[in-house]
Nanobody, 117 residues
Framework: QVQLVESGGGLVQPGGSLRLSCAAS????????MNWYRQAPGKEREMVAN????????NYADSVKDRFTISRDNARNVVYLQLNSLKVEDTAVYFC??????????WGQGTQVTVSS
């Protein structure tokens, strides 16, 4: 079955960096757009970045543009999110997801990112 497992979250000071990973299995990874979302306490889940199956096309939320970088390794079935210049407002649970059908998306369990001094 489809599995998405995020890792790499943690506690970091403002201005710091983290790299999140999402290991995927159970589907043909290279054929699908992969997404990173985040959800802060009391807020709705928002899309952070996504990347085409080929890796050539990426999209970012305005709030993270020029600070976060999404990438993928189709040989290892892993999608990454490099988080640089972190701000307190980046604190959230970060999820990866894949839309496998128009009516179905699969989600990981999430990884907590906390930015605090």
């Amino acid at each position: 079955q489809v599995q998405l497992v995020e890792s790499g979250g943690g506690l970091v000071q403002p201005g710091g960096s983290l790299r999140l990973s999402c290991a995927a299995s159970g589907f043909t990874f290279s054929l699908y757009v992969m997404n990173w979302y985040r959800q802060a306490p009391g807020k709705e889940r928002e899309m952070v970045a996504n990347i085409a199956g080929s890796g050539r096309i990426t999209n970012y939320a305005d709030s993270v543009k020029d600070r976060f970088t999404i990438s993928r390794d189709n040989a290892r079935n892993v999608v990454y999110l490099q988080l640089n210049s972190l701000k307190v407002e980046d604190t959230a649970v970060y999820f990866c997801s894949v839309r496998l059908r128009p009516d179905f998306s699969s989600w990981g369990q999430g990884t907590q990112v906390t930015v605090s001094s």
